[in-house]
């Protein structure tokens, strides 16, 4: 039997995180994708082994998304599924200047986090702004919605437009769905 292995790097503050008090997150991760998961606390280092390709992808989506500021129950959900992870690096929308980067991360964010809590509600996701990231987890159609929101942001469209944006999308689901139930009666 074939086993895989996989090595990643996470921030040092999000290494308890991961593990867990006693351990139990990190086995938590390990049951559920049986996986075997070590960690170089001093180091950041983590490494996954399994003996099945998907469910080491599993493991790694899970720890990825926890490195990311996700709390662990929210990185779990990554294990439906329908459900994907999507990182946007800040640096790619405000190049090496200091001053573009902090404001366009403040335009995600907004005046004490209302705007990140908005995308959030019209998008049913869960946004993450750590370091120089900002990170989706949710339903994958609408991880792209927030991804598409939070890049329209970072690239300068006003609040309201992607608002907007959000709310159409959000009914176009929400008709969607009413006329799926509606072929099935």
Do not use: W
Request: hydrophobic share 40%.
């Amino acid at each position: 039997m074939d086993e895989f292995s996989y090595a990643l790097k996470i921030p040092n503050d999000r290494v308890g995180v991961l593990i867990g008090k006693s351990g139990d997150i990190k086995k938590q991760i390990e049951h559920a994708t049986k996986t075997a998961i070590t960690v170089d606390s001093k180091e950041g280092e983590v490494v996954i082994t399994a003996d099945n390709g998907l469910k080491l992808y599993e493991a790694r989506e899970v720890i990825r998304a926890i490195s990311r500021g996700f709390n662990p129950d929210i990185a779990l959900l990554l294990l439906k599924t329908d459900y994907a992870l999507e990182i946007i690096n800040i640096i790619d929308f405000s190049g090496k200047n200091r001053n573009t980067f902090k404001r366009i991360k403040g335009r995600v964010i907004g005046a004490e986090g209302k705007s990140k809590r908005e995308i959030e509600r019209l998008t049913e996701c869960s946004v993450s702004v750590y370091g120089k990231t900002v990170s989706i987890v949710g339903e994958i159609e609408n991880v792209m919605n927030a991804r598409k929101a939070i890049e329209t942001l970072l690239e300068g469209a006003t609040h309201a437009r992607v608002y907007r944006f959000l709310e159409k999308k959000r009914g176009e689901k929400k008709i969607a769905t009413m006329i799926g139930k509606t072929a099935i009666q």
